[in-house]
């Protein structure tokens, strides 16, 4: 198993997964419910394989608050949309993703921060 940091990932793809993670801001337009697909130059096939694991991956969110939330209230599914949309993940499907999320408690506003982990699963 490998973990996937931000590190890691090429910086072309960081300004995509920000505005997949805030779609609204800098935005005066009325919000879409549908993402739209990025224009790219290079070949869709170079760039998935490039880009992204195909096998099984495990997500793990983890929100580190001074206040938890309800548990239904914490919702990650902006954050996995935002790593399939990006090719960080090839699907979302629970065939391929084991998802978790949960919360942690912590004393300083300087603290709080949301972490994802991806893992692969099981090689290419």
């Known amino acids: 198993m490998s973990r996937l ?4 990932i ?3 793809y960081h300004a995509e997964i920000a505005k997949q993670l805030y779609p609204h ?6 919000p879409s419910t ?3 697909q990025t224009v790219r130059n290079e070949s869709l096939e ?3 394989r490039e880009t992204y694991h195909t096998g099984s ?5 983890t929100s580190y608050r001074r206040r938890l939330l309800d548990p239904d209230n914490l919702c990650g599914k902006y954050f996995l ?3 399939r949309y990006s090719m960080l993940i090839a699907d979302d499907t629970p065939e391929e993703v084991l998802y978790t999320i949960k919360q942690v408690k912590v ?4 603290e709080e921060r949301t972490e994802i982990v991806i893992l692969k699963l099981n090689p290419n």
């Open 57 to 61: 991956v495990s997500v793990c969110i």
């Open 81 to 83: 949309d935002a790593a």
């Open 25 to 30: 801001e800098n935005s005066s337009a009325t």
């Open 107 to 110: 004393r300083k506003k300087e």
């Open 5 to 8: 940091t931000l590190d890691q």
């Open 46 to 48: 170079q760039i998935q």
């Open 34 to 36: 549908k993402p739209k």
């Open 10 to 12: 090429p910086h072309k």
